[in-house]
């Protein structure tokens, strides 16, 4: 899932399938993969990023691993305290 706060700033949210143990390279492989997609192929940045991982409703041994954050395109304008200013506006509401 990802949502354009504005242009070059993204708010990212990427999860695995789930399986008997936590994939966070799995997770990670795919967070790369979207940002450079978002960005254009061009460098980016990420802020703010935690790792979790969960049990599904399927129940225990059903785990997901999940990365959030942000993801900053190098070829966007935004000044780093524009950057913090619009993620603590828009919180952590993935």
């Not at 990420?46 to 900053?72: D, L, R």
Request: with cysteine; proline share 1%; charged share 25%.
């Amino acid at each position: 899932m990802d949502t354009k706060l504005v242009s070059g700033l993204y708010r990212l949210t990427v999860k695995t399938n789930f399986a008997p143990w936590t994939n966070f390279s799995g997770a990670w492989n795919t967070w790369n993969k979207r940002a450079k997609e978002l960005c254009n192929e061009k460098d980016f940045e990420n802020f703010e990023v935690e790792e979790s991982s969960y049990n599904t409703v399927a129940g225990e041994g059903y785990i997901v691993s999940q990365v959030k954050g942000y993801v900053h395109c190098s070829d966007s304008s935004l000044e780093k305290n524009e950057i913090e200013k619009l993620i603590s506006t828009n919180g952590h509401e993935f």
